[in-house]
């Protein structure tokens, strides 16, 4: 309940870490994707399943090929600050 910050982790151990303000601002949010246009996402688009946030881009998105959600109060750092 006091969790700050939601690391998506995919598959290979690739982590992106977003705030939860962020998530909750208007116009925003995130959604656990596994399907586009009516078919099953390719794992060329991150399928079986990825986290997309609509307005953000590239590696800040959220994970692709996504194995899990973690919802924490401490930024963990991320693949790209490692």
């Known amino acids: 309940p006091d ?11 690739f982590r992106a870490t977003i705030p939860l303000d ?6 925003f949010g995130g959604y656990v994707v596994f ?6 996402l390719t794992p060329a688009h991150g399928g079986p399943m990825r ?3 609509p ?7 959220g994970a692709k090929w996504l194995a899990r959600l973690e919802f924490r109060r401490r930024h963990p750092g ?3 600050t490692q």
């Open 78 to 80: 991320d693949y790209w």
């Open 55 to 61: 307005g953000l881009y590239g590696q800040y998105n």
């Open 51 to 53: 986290f997309l946030v």
């Open 22 to 27: 962020f998530l909750a601002t208007d116009g």
């Open 35 to 40: 399907a586009m246009n009516g078919s099953d």
């Open 3 to 13: 969790a700050r910050f939601v690391s998506t982790v995919a598959i290979d151990g």
